[in-house]
C-alpha cells in the first residue's frame, strides 16, 4: 500500500514541466515558509493580549519541533528504511542524501508548525496545514519519501506538540527568560519596539 500510493503521485513527475518546478519549488521553500510563519507569529501584532498568545504559540512551536527532530535522529539511528529512489526506479527530481527515510524531516518541520496552530485554535493553523500537506504530497511527488514517512512525521509532530503542551508549567521559567531577551534586544530599535511586551 505505501509503495503503491508512492507509485501513483510519483508516477505524475516528468509529465509536466510547469508541475515539477510547482513542486521541486514547494519542496525546497519548506524551511523559508517555516521561518516566515513564525516570523508572522511573533510580529503579528502590537496588541498585547494578542501578541503574547501568538508569541507563546511560536515558542511552543519551536520546542515541539526540536523534540520532534531529536526523536527523528534517534529514529534514524534505531532503523533504517531505505528511500524510494534507493530501492525502485522513481522520477527522482532533488538530490537527496541515502539515509533513513522514515520519518521525513520535512514532514516534522511543517506539521510541528501546522499542529500546534491548531491546538492553540491559531486562525494561521488550517493554512499552514494545507501547506504542510502540500510540502508532504511534494516529497512523494520528487521521490525522496514514502507516504509512510509523511504520515509518521505527523503523528510523531503531534506527539511532541501535546507533550510541550502538557508541560506549559514547566516551561515557564524558560519563556520568561526568551521574552525578556527579547524586550531587551527590540526596545531600541523603533519598529521592533512596539511588540515589546512585559510577560
Known amino acids: 500500500m505505501n509503495y503503491t500510493v508512492f507509485q501513483w503521485i510519483n508516477g505524475w513527475a516528468g509529465h509536466s514541466v510547469f508541475l515539477d518546478k510547482t513542486m521541486i519549488w ?104 494545507i501547506w504542510a500537506i502540500l510540502v508532504g504530497i511534494s516529497r512523494i511527488y520528487v521521490g525522496v519519501h514514502y507516504p509512510a514517512d509523511i504520515l509518521g512525521a505527523a503523528a510523531l509532530s503531534w506527539g511532541t506538540s501535546a507533550i510541550v503542551l502538557l508541560l506549559t508549567g514547566r516551561i515557564e521559567p524558560f519563556a520568561q527568560v526568551v521574552f525578556r531577551m527579547h524586550n531587551r534586544l527590540t526596545k531600541g530599535i523603533p519598529a521592533l519596539s512596539k511588540y515589546n511586551h512585559k510577560a
Request: hydrophobic share 55%; charged share 10%.
Open 26 to 129: 514547494i519542496t525546497n521553500s519548506a524551511p523559508f515558509v517555516a521561518v516566515l510563519f513564525m516570523l508572522i507569529l511573533w510580529f503579528s501584532s502590537a496588541n498585547r493580549n494578542i501578541a503574547m498568545a501568538k508569541q507563546y504559540t511560536a515558542l511552543y512551536t519551536v520546542l515541539s519541533m526540536m523534540l520532534a527532530l531529536v526523536v527523528n535522529v534517534l529514529l534514524h539511528h534505531l532503523y533504517y528504511h531505505a528511500r524510494p529512489f534507493v530501492t525502485h526506479h522513481v522520477h527522482q527530481l532533488v538530490s537527496h542524501s541515502k539515509d533513513s527515510s522514515f520519518v521525513s524531516d520535512h514532514g516534522v518541520l511543517v506539521f510541528t508548525i501546522a499542529i500546534m496552530l491548531l491546538l492553540r485554535k491559531d486562525a494561521w493553523g488550517y493554512v499552514a496545514l
